[in-house]
């Protein structure tokens, strides 16, 4: 069973729409939304079974040039 999470990312200034370029790119996410607040993405995706979750989003998100800082929320059951 894949885990469903939920990153909420910073982009650097002026960078939010190249980065959401970049994460598209990778095919990695079910949904990508641009957001208001604090963050300016949030990032809908599965972690593959069996797969570390902080390694999976360190190896196959953050490396992506503009990220400045993520939060993720681990999902449990849905309702």
């Known amino acids: 069973?894949?885990?469903c999470v939920f990153v909420q990312i910073?982009?650097?200034p002026g960078t939010t729409y190249a980065v959401a370029e970049r994460i598209v790119l990778k095919e990695i996410h079910s949904e990508l939304y641009s957001t208001s607040g604090e963050f300016d993405?949030?990032?809908k995706l599965y972690i593959p079974e069996g797969a570390d979750v902080g390694k999976y989003i360190n190896d196959?998100?953050?490396?992506?040039?503009?990220i400045e800082r993520s939060?993720?929320?681990l999902t449990f059951s849905a309702f």
């Open 1 to 3: 069973m894949t885990t």
């Open 10 to 12: 910073r982009c650097r």
């Open 41 to 43: 993405l949030l990032l």
């Open 60 to 66: 196959n998100l953050l490396d992506v040039e503009g």
């Open 71 to 73: 939060l993720t929320t």
